[in-house]
Nanobody, 122 residues
Framework: QVQLVESGGGLVQAGGSLRLSCAAS????????MGWFRQAPGKEREFVAA??????NYADSVKGRFTISRVDAKNTVYLQMNSLKPEDTAVYYC?????????????????WGQGTQVTVSS
């Protein structure tokens, strides 16, 4: 079993920055791919970023603005979000998978956190 706890969300003005953290516990290691997804009201959950053993993936909408990283010694994954836009407003979810790749697909992830709200004002 794996537990994921997100933190770092909040309210920020457009152009600002936030750093989300995801603390993992349980049966997880540096070989597990980790991802960030987001869901805005009335919309489906969408891929944001993922990190695997040797690869990173980003949604086109966040490339150049968001950076995913991990510190395996702390079992923690981060999402640094810069140049935030109002359209980035959503609940952000951390996810852990058991495959080999940093997948962009929701179904590839087995464990999910409770989510953290990010609100970007214009």
């Amino acid at each position: 079993q794996v537990q994921l706890v997100e933190s770092g969300g909040g309210l920020v003005q457009a152009g600002g920055s936030l750093r989300l953290s995801c603390a993992a516990s349980g049966r997880i290691s540096g070989s597990n791919p980790m991802g960030w997804f987001r869901q805005a009201p009335g919309k489906e959950r969408e891929f944001v970023a993922a990190i695997g053993w040797t690869s990173h993936n980003y949604a086109d909408s966040v490339k150049g603005r968001f950076t995913i990283s991990r510190v395996d010694a702390k079992n923690t994954v981060y999402l640094q979000m810069n140049s935030l836009k109002p359209e980035d407003t959503a609940v952000y979810y951390c996810a852990a998978g058991s495959g080999a790749f940093a997948s962009v697909v929701v179904a590839a992830y087995d464990y999910w956190g409770q989510g953290t709200q990010v609100t970007v004002s214009s």
